[in-house]
């Protein structure tokens, strides 16, 4: 645009030659990191250390059949009236501990609509059922680790979704839900005001599935950016390229990257 500043603009992005091999300095990015992105848990030897936690719980424990009395604590007045018995389960090392979750997601074909990046989706993976907004990105092996952001999960596809939640070990199932939208206009209001209560379970919708892959905190989900501009002269080896840039601060900018046309010369 012509009062905006690509420089500023764009100050989040950086030029790379190549998407999938350029290497990326993780450095320039501390700034714009979530404040507790420093306290996740980061998973060096992600295999030796599932297969030890594995072997730490199958030692010692109560065997299948004995009956267990359990006191807890601090339990909500609804759980004591249920007449529906509850269920327990016991939390591997590390699992209380929050981590970058990456799951290989499909979504229904059945679905009408794409999913957008960003949208709020309640996961059930293992006993845990969590509301999350996962990003979305491609499920390719890169060797820079770089992959690219996809602002939509159209139905059929697979993607990795991307979110910060509590460790799972293993490649455990993933249910992914979706609260049905409410088409009743006089009912609108009132789904409003009751959009920070208990999600209800029977206004879910099942949308798709996956599994847990191992979290990789230096997986890096880029959006691509292209600068665009028309080819005004050209002679020889030397084009004159013009509405890219409106100012010599931004040409001198981003003189540093390659230039390229639609056919990849």
């Not at 599932?50 to 065997?63: C, Y």
């Not at 139905?155 to 070990?169: E, K, V």
Request: proline share 6%.
């Amino acid at each position: 645009h012509l009062n905006v500043l690509a420089r500023e603009r764009l100050a989040r992005f950086r030029g790379l030659k190549n998407f999938k091999t350029s290497p990326w300095e993780t450095a320039e990015d501390r700034p714009h990191e979530p404040e507790d992105w420093r306290r996740l848990l980061q998973i060096v030897d992600y295999k030796g250390s599932k297969n030890r936690t594995l072997r730490e719980a199958l030692v010692g424990g109560v065997n299948p059949g004995i009956r267990v009395d359990v006191h807890l604590r601090g339990v909500p007045s609804s759980l004591r009236n249920r007449r529906q018995p509850l269920s327990l389960f016991s939390l591997l090392r590390h699992e209380h501990k929050h981590t970058v979750v990456n799951v290989n997601m499909h979504l229904n074909s059945s679905v009408e609509e794409p999913l957008k990046s960003k949208e709020e989706l309640v996961v059930q993976c293992g006993p845990r059922r969590l509301v999350v907004k996962p990003v979305f990105s491609a499920g390719d092996n890169t060797p820079n680790n770089v992959h690219k952001f996809d602002r939509f999960l159209h139905p059929g596809r697979s993607a990795i979704a991307t979110w910060i939640g509590p460790l799972t070990w293993g490649a455990v199932p993933v249910l992914v839900f979706k609260s049905k939208q409410n088409q009743d206009p006089e009912l609108l209001d009132s789904a409003d005001a009751d959009a920070e209560a208990q999600i209800d379970i029977d206004n879910l919708e099942l949308i798709g599935k996956g599994t847990v892959v191992a979290p990789d905190q230096s997986r890096v989900v880029a959006k691509r950016a292209i600068l665009t501009g028309h080819p005004y002269k050209i002679h020889k080896r030397i084009v004159t390229v013009r509405y890219m840039f409106f100012n010599a601060e931004d040409i001198n900018w981003f003189k540093a990257l390659q230039l390229w046309t639609r056919r990849g010369r």
